[in-house]
């Protein structure tokens, strides 16, 4: 209560999140009604007045088209693991309702995340971290992108030339870029979920993973490790069982 007062949403946010984690895994109870409802109506407030309403374009089935039913169990663990801030993959057959699955789990999330969709394309396997700069692209408003420090736009430069006035000093990683060089990238767009942290939930979704190169698994695998996604947020990868590359099934194992 004393956090509201001040003023501090975000931090009481957090606290509440972290408090009902401890429940959950303590007892397997959730908190109740009523303090639910107050995070929910702060939250949504909070989010609005930061970011605007997302338009996502889930590249759906038609066939998956149609009222969700019978997935109450895999929605349900989804959201423990949402709110445990435990990532996860979902490993199917083409055509199963992955998408479907992941559209219908987001859509309902209290309070509202921003969700960073990622979709990767046969044809951008030989273009890296390429899913992770249109979600982040599509995603963040130009203020917000504004407010990072210099080094970290400075570093993200290569991916996102539109961030400075003037020319990056060094070009976009190739397929297999240098220790230090993915060290620095991955370093700059953890920072950028930091910044999102102080205005809402981020949720980072990457759809077909079967077909993410090498620099991007790198990434993902770097981000669920640390803070923010590994405390107020979450990676949730969804890939079809029967294409998996190499590099996938190392990067699960």
Sequence with gaps: GLLIRLGRTLKASQEFREY???LLETTGLAPGSPLQAI???LNQKSA?????AQKLQWEVRPSAQTAFVGRQKYLSLLRQAYFRSTSLILLGESGQGKTRLLEEFSANLKPAPLILLAKCRVTSQNLPLQPLIDALRRS????????????????????FPELIQSPPTYSRPGANPGEQTRTHIFEALRQVLIHLEE?????????????????????????MQNPPLNTHGM?????RVEEQTASLRDWIA
């Design 20 to 22: 009902r984690h401890k």
């Design 39 to 41: 995070m929910d109506r």
């Design 48 to 52: 609005a007045s930061q970011l605007p």
């Design 199 to 223: 205005h809402t939930i981020p949720l980072l979704i990457v759809d077909d993973a079967q077909w993410a190169d090498e620099t991007t698994l790198g990434a993902l695998a770097y981000l």
């Design 140 to 159: 963040i408003p130009l203020g917000v992108w504004q407010g990072l420090p210099r080094p970290v736009m400075q570093a993200l430069a290569p991916l």
């Design 235 to 239: 990676v949730l990868l969804a890939a």
